[in-house]
């Protein structure tokens, strides 16, 4: 996986990588200065990608690897104090959060999902 500064974004996986309300695809990526994890899922047949922190308390939300989604499919959880957020804003939609999560642009053509970058965004540098 190569980065890419243009605008065509970043390869991030296969589009049938990502299953309406299943498993997120995790990724890495360089928010405000300080190396985040990330993670991507589909919703209502759209790819939404979110920093893996909740506004609640700063610490990944996910119960058991890249599992993000309540029983439901409706809603993304933090694991940990219950902060609920809708899957294609992040907005806050229940629980102890404060605001909405911090979205990731995506795009998703030919069969591929990409990240793009941003001021405050960009890949991890190794």
């Given at each position: ?6 605008n ?5 996986c296969?589009?049938?990588d990502l ?14 200065r ?8 589909r919703?209502?047949g759209?790819?939404?990608?979110y920093?893996n922190?909740?506004?609640?308390v ?5 119960y058991?690897a ?5 029983d ?12 609920a ?20 642009p995506l ?12 001021d405050?965004l ?5």
């Amino acid at each position: 996986m190569t980065a890419h500064s243009d605008n065509s974004g970043i390869e991030l996986c296969a589009s049938t990588d990502l299953v309406e309300g299943g498993r997120a695809v995790p990724f890495d990526v360089c928010f405000a200065r300080e190396n985040c994890r990330a993670f991507a899922i589909r919703f209502e047949g759209q790819v939404h990608a979110y920093l893996n922190r909740c506004t609640h308390v700063p610490m990944e939300m996910d119960y058991q690897a890249d599992q993000f989604f309540d029983d439901t499919g409706r809603w993304l959880l933090c694991a940990t104090h219950g902060a609920a957020y809708q899957p294609d804003t992040g907005s806050c939609a229940g629980g102890p959060c404060r605001g909405g999560l911090v979205k990731i642009p995506l795009s998703e053509s030919d069969g591929t999902v990409r990240w793009h970058t941003a001021d405050n965004l960009q890949p991890v540098e190794f």
